[in-house]
T-cell receptor
Framework: AQKITQTQPGMFVQEKEAVTLDCTYD???????LFWYKQPSSGEMIFLIY??????QNATEGRYSLNFQKARKSANLVISASQLGDSAMYFC??????????????FGTGTRLTVIP | NAGVMQNPRHLVRRRGQEARLRCSPM?????VYWYRQLPEEGLKFMVY????????ESGMPKERFSAEFPKEGPSILRIQQVVRGDSAAYFC?????????????FGPGTRLTVL
């Protein structure tokens, strides 16, 4: 089974509107972390936001927020007030074994977001 | 603070040659990870290293690929006798290795093209 599933290959959003990018995950580890990264056309991977499995509140970073629904195993990224510069690929990723320290990330296949002026 | 540095940014090799990719982690980070990204796909984990130690190489092909992170200098990902299927973007990430978020910060990647 895929550890991270992103079901939206592409999404469009009007500038200044909000958009939700979906991510579901699969793990039996009680301690895990969820990450979102942005990959613009220039190719670099930019860290956006992190949610720990034991965090009581949804993570927020500026215009980014993470809608964490543990029972559904979903960690959707919400971008508010979209800007043209938000056009990029967005990847959801998971790290298991958070309590034990460093581990590799499992990535989804990504969602390409296009912001329309 | 300088971010994760990778060089070269672009590398072209002919089949059978060796490719050597370098990664310098962020200041204060002692853990390095290498990932490979094929076109239109997500990143796939290859190897995780600390200084002078390979911690997890479960994602790295058993043949032709090797990685090191010496006491001094950058981490090196080496691909011997490259084939066309090795063409991809190779990303390095670094982290503090501490429990908790232990966020991995990525370099700009090296785009390898095998002719």
């Amino acid at each position: 089974a895929q550890k991270i599933t992103q079901t939206q290959p592409g999404m469009f959003v009007q500038e200044k509107e909000a958009v939700t990018l979906d991510c579901t995950y699969d793990t039996s580890d009680p301690s895990y972390g969820l990450f979102w990264y942005k990959q613009p056309s220039s190719g670099e991977m930019i860290f956006l936001i992190y949610q720990g499995s034991y965090d009581q509140q949804n993570a927020t970073e500026g215009r980014y927020s993470l809608n964490f629904q543990k029972a559904r195993k979903s960690a959707n990224l919400v971008i508010s007030a979209s800007q043209l510069g938000d056009s990029a690929m967005y990847f959801c990723a998971m790290r298991e074994g958070v309590q034990t320290g460093a581990n590799n990330l499992f990535f989804g296949t990504g969602t390409r977001l296009t912001v329309i002026p | 603070n300088a971010g994760v540095m990778q060089n070269p940014r672009h590398l072209v090799r002919r089949r059978g040659q060796e490719a050597r990719l370098r990664c310098s982690p962020m200041k204060g980070h002692s853990h390095v990870y290498w990932y490979r990204q094929l076109p239109e796909e997500g990143l796939k984990f290859m190897v995780y290293l600390q200084k002078e130690n390979i911690i997890d190489e479960s994602g790295m092909p058993k043949e032709r690929f090797s990685a090191e992170f010496p006491k001094e200098g950058p981490s090196i990902l080496r691909i011997q006798q490259v084939v066309r299927g090795d063409s991809a973007a190779y990303f390095c990430a670094s982290s503090t290795g501490l429990a908790g978020s232990n966020t991995q910060y990525f370099g700009p990647g090296t785009r390898l093209t095998v002719l």
